[in-house]
């Protein structure tokens, strides 16, 4: 599918993520594996440390602490808010919608228009569509876009392919109608025939929890997991990135009659350090240009990732500067997606702590 949208802007970013940080070595002694293998699996992949939430922190919690931040900052007003969406696969509950929780905490009018989306790795670009759609209706001009997941709970400490990755965070995206003329060049793909590449089995009505869905077994590769817990397959979920996702960014940049040069930054997913460089060679795009430190540094959390990616590494310059970003999502689903777009002059764009 492929989408265009005019005269929309993305005005503030926030990240909030768990003040509490865990070590990739604090955690070896759970996995099944030597030392020396382990740091050769750090190394390769970028393991270094990831920000888990305390216990019983939930994805509610996370946005209403960076909501209230920029309410008492000035940087947002409350009355101003026309829509909030949240992207989560961690919601605090089954029902309700724990957007409706968000607004229901924080005091919002009965005429904000609430709904969570139940995306993954390409929440943050499914969320900016849904955001953009939104902002077609006269009645709607301003929409804070949250992404939050808390899927460290649902990860297997004894998992050495998913436990070191995983981690939590939330972050606040502010999207507006704009008076500059302004396009925006969207690409969307799912393929729910390999729905099963990332999932967690056991939880849902298909499989409710059990005595035996609890039970930790080990699997082929000596990690230990119940079905209660996310399981990857890892090699098809990197050969599906490295198939698909090329072939999607060149499509996308042939439509919009851009070359890999005219675009400033590309701002992708962050499953891992060495995806991301196989995926940055594989699209001749330099290092450089597709930061890929945001699992070394807090975790990969879903959606999250991307504007994550955005507030670490570009900060207080995108308050200033303005520059062509290729934004993609791609991986739970499958689900691939990808946006080319100018952001800049922001509002904010900060990290802070909960």
């Avoid at 209230?68 to 605090?92: E, G, H, R, W």
């Avoid at 890999?260 to 962050?270: C, G, I, P, T």
Wanted: with cysteine; proline share 3%; aromatic share 10%.
């Amino acid at each position: 599918m492929r989408l265009k949208f005019y005269n929309k802007k993305i005005t503030g970013i926030l990240t909030v993520l768990p003040s509490k940080e865990v070590l990739f070595e604090e955690e070896m002694e759970n996995y099944n594996f030597s030392i020396a293998k382990s740091m050769k699996l750090k190394m390769a992949m970028g393991y270094n440390k990831h920000r888990i939430v305390e216990d019983g922190v939930c994805v509610s919690d996370l946005c209403v602490h960076g909501l209230k931040y920029l309410f008492d900052n000035a940087m947002l007003c409350k009355d101003d808010i026309d829509a909030l969406l949240l992207v989560t696969q961690s919601p605090d509950h089954f029902m309700p919608a724990t957007s409706n929780v968000i607004q229901g905490k924080l005091g919002l009018g009965t005429n904000v228009f609430c709904m969570d989306i139940n995306q993954g790795c390409c929440g943050f670009i499914i969320g900016l569509i849904e955001a953009f759609m939104l902002l077609e209706q006269e009645s709607i001009n301003k929409v804070v876009l949250l992404n939050a997941d808390v899927l460290s709970r649902k990860v297997s400490k004894r998992d050495r392919n998913s436990n070191p990755l995983t981690g939590d965070a939330a972050t606040i995206t502010i999207v507006e109608k704009s008076d500059l003329s302004s396009t925006i060049h969207g690409f969307l793909k799912m393929d729910g025939s390999r729905s099963d590449a990332l999932m967690i089995p056991a939880g849902g009505f298909r499989l409710p929890v059990t005595e035996e869905t609890g039970r930790m077994v080990e699997d082929a590769s000596g990690n230990f997991r119940s079905l209660e817990n996310l399981v990857m397959k890892g090699d098809e979920v990197f050969n599906f990135v490295q198939r698909e996702v090329p072939f999607m960014i060149e499509g996308l940049l042939l439509d919009a009659g851009y070359s890999k040069e005219n675009v400033d930054w590309y701002m992708f997913h962050q499953p891992n350090r060495f995806m991301l460089h196989k995926l940055a060679d594989k699209l001749g795009v330099p290092h450089e240009k597709m930061p890929s430190n945001i699992v070394e540094n807090f975790g990969n959390s879903s959606g999250a990732t991307i504007p994550t990616n955005i507030s670490f590494n570009l900060g207080t310059r995108l308050k200033e500067e303005r520059y062509t970003f290729c934004l993609a999502g791609f991986g739970v689903g499958l689900t691939w997606g990808a946006l080319l777009l100018d952001i800049g002059n922001l509002s904010f764009n900060d990290i802070i702590y909960f």
